[in-house]
């Protein structure tokens, strides 16, 4: 912004009394008396209050007949020291004077200075109040926010701004802000538009945009959100926490939604400013502030989570490129051996063993036979199901000539020889290895006749090993000790 210099017209003065002679007095013209410039008329009267134009420049003449300088006229036009009406210039008050506070003014082509408007000056933006001065710092012009930099710049902001910005004192028209390069406890970043108005939500909700091809979030006041924020009014179908309400836009200095990626974070939905949106859980299920934890965030930006309407392993868990993961009803990714039960059925999944708060764990869901310990320390075999809605669920029933029930293999006890289980309704005979055995003959337990495989069916038998009642009552089926349950 170029100052409007106040300084003597020499030149002026010089053509002026040049232009002096008894000739030019009597046809009207300019004269000097006692040190002022008058103008006279035809008549040879002095002019007053009025405008009168001469060598294409504009003067004003006051009531007492005299040339006015670095005076407003009219409250709307300016003079300078040589008297000449400016235009197309700015004016700084550094003192009240003439009605006008300190501050810049504009003095358009026309003169008149500009009032209660947008004007477009050198290429930039520039916004006056209803006594023309330039607005600066935070502009609130009814529902759209501007910022316009310091009192001698002015100009109408656009793009990235990082702020002074305090939540508990926020900013008034007029304010100027200090500008930083990065965010942090005092200073936060607005975006405004190339027509200058700040992206900025109604009261209480958030508004979406995008930037250079990345989404962003901003509250009531312009503020870039960060971190953890519910953008959305209403769970989906099936949330029964309030995770999916939630999206994650990063530290203070990003601020873009993160889509289709993981992170690990010590910083969670339940911890932040939005927590009133979420039922937190117990700290097995929601670590505590400042413990890190493993979120996947799907496409549309939310987490992804434990669905209460999930019936099959397909349901409870989230593919990411060839892999399945399991995340609780918070988004919280998990690991171990875990069990869901829907209803009557139980789904049992293994998703390894390292802790799901160790920043690489090994946690994806497995498949086929597997060797797993459970939380007791004690050691099992396990069989998931490889393909389908099932794929990785443990599989209950006879598979490559053992039996399984949800994934665990089933075996006769330690000296028993066999026993006979009962599962989905139907009678096995396993021996200790866990082996179905199917061929028909009578079967010896610790050296006693105890069962017979006629037909397909299973018996027990009489000290000669004759078929006498069916097997319709099996040992009880082996218990593992979960890392964690859910109830769906």
């Known amino acids: 912004m170029k100052k409007h210099k106040i300084a003597v017209g020499l030149a002026l003065a010089a053509w002026m009394t040049a232009g002096i002679s008894g000739t030019a007095l009597a046809a009207g013209g300019w004269v000097q008396t006692d040190g002022n410039w008058k103008y006279t008329d035809s008549q040879g009267n002095y002019v007053t209050n009025r405008w009168e134009q001469s060598g294409g420049k504009y003067y004003y003449l006051g009531s007492d007949g005299n ?22 210039s700015w004016l700084k008050m550094n003192t009240a004077a003439d009605g006008k506070e300190v501050g810049w003014y504009y003095l358009t082509s026309s003169g008149k200075m500009k009032t209660d408007g947008w004007e477009t000056i050198n290429g930039r933006e520039y916004a006056f109040d209803s006594d023309g001065r330039m607005r600066h710092g935070w502009y609130f012009d009814d529902e759209d926010i501007y910022y316009l930099g310091g009192e001698d710049d002015g100009a ?18 007029g304010d100027v802000s200090e500008q930083y390069s990065q965010a942090g406890d005092d200073a936060r970043w607005f975006y405004f538009q190339t027509n200058g108005k700040a992206v900025h939500a109604e009261d209480g909700t958030y508004k979406r945009t995008t930037i250079d091809n990345k989404k962003y979030y901003f509250d009531e006041d312009g503020v870039m959100a960060s971190g953890w924020v519910a953008a959305e009014d209403e769970t989906e179908s099936g949330d029964t926490t309030g995770i999916s309400k939630f999206i994650y836009l990063g530290t203070e200095n990003e601020g873009n939604m993160y889509q289709s990626t993981w992170v690990y974070l010590d910083e969670h939905p339940w911890t932040g400013d939005d927590e009133d949106e979420i039922e937190e859980g117990d700290d097995e299920d929601c670590p505590d502030e400042g413990e890190s934890a493993w979120y996947y965030l799907e496409n549309d930006g939310t987490p992804a989570y434990l669905p209460s309407t999930a019936d099959s392993m397909s349901d409870a868990t989230t593919k990411v490129g060839s892999n399945s993961y399991f995340f609780n009803e918070y988004g919280v990714m998990r690991t171990g051996l ?4 829907v209803g009557d059925e139980n789904l ?12 690489s764990p090994d946690s994806y869901m497995r498949t086929g036979r597997q060797t797993i310990y459970d939380d007791a320390g004690d050691r099992y075999t396990f069989y998931f199901s490889t393909s389908g809605s099932s794929k990785g669920a443990g599989y209950s029933g006879e598979r490559d000539d053992y039996l ?18 009962i599962i989905d309704g139907k009678a096995y005979l396993v021996n200790e290895s866990g082996r179905v055995q199917t061929s028909s003959k009578a079967y ?10 006629s037909g397909g069916k299973l018996y027990y038998t009489d000290d000669d090993g004759e078929a006498e009642d069916e097997v319709t009552e099996g040992s009880a089926l082996p218990e593992v000790v979960y890392h964690e349950e859910y109830d769906l």
Do not use: H
Not at 338 to 341: C, D, R
Not at 444 to 453: Q, S, W
């Open 67 to 88: 040339m006015v300088t670095n005076a407003w006229v009219d409250d709307l036009y300016y003079v300078g020291a040589d008297g000449v009406m400016v235009t197309n």
């Open 156 to 173: 109408m902001k656009t793009g990235w701004r990082c702020l002074a910005y305090d939540e508990d004192d926020k900013p008034d028209d």
């Open 338 to 341: 875990i069990k869901i039960s």
């Open 348 to 359: 049992v999944g293994y998703f390894g063993e390292d802790s799901p708060y160790d920043s």
């Open 404 to 421: 399984y029930y949800e994934g665990c293999l089933v075996e006769a006890e330690d000296g028993q020889d066999y026993e006979a289980f």
């Open 444 to 453: 010896r337990c610790d050296g006693d006749y105890m069962y017979r495989i």
